[in-house]
């Protein structure tokens, strides 16, 4: 038996809690609005899959990271970036808005509470404690 779990990270020790009860094994898959629905999935062998882990593509697809500031470059492995998708579970535009592009970047943006201040490297140091894409 197999369960998927996707949307939301799904924290390492309740997959664990739910295997040992159910017997059955989750995978986990990676998605977006725009790839109905996954791109990537963790394999469905317990020996070589990793807890927490996004995974491979599936069959079909490619992703690639790419710089952010020239999006036609891609980067080396290891390296931050913005995530690249093909493949055809990928859709070719946005619903009666022919002028949105498919695949533009997406950025976050940050806005403090009233009377908090912090700085660029303390922002930074939060993502990479807290956020997946950096650490």
Do not use: H
Request: hydrophobic share 30%.
């Amino acid at each position: 038996m197999a369960c998927f779990s996707g949307g939301a990270p799904l924290p390492p020790e309740l997959c664990r809690q739910f295997e040992e009860k159910t017997g059955a094994i989750i995978f986990e898959g990676y998605g977006l609005t725009e790839t109905t629905p996954v791109v990537t999935t963790n394999p469905g062998n317990r020996e070589t899959r990793k807890i927490g882990y996004i995974g491979f593509p599936l069959p079909g697809t490619m992703v690639k990271i790419m710089d952010l500031e020239n999006d036609t470059r891609e980067l080396p492995r290891g390296e931050d970036g913005g995530i690249a998708v093909c493949g055809p579970q990928v859709m070719k535009g946005y619903w009666k808005r022919p002028d949105a592009k498919c695949g533009e970047f997406v950025k976050a943006f940050i806005k403090l509470k009233e009377g908090q201040n912090a700085t660029p490297e303390e922002i930074q140091m939060f993502c990479k404690e807290n956020m997946a894409g950096y650490k």
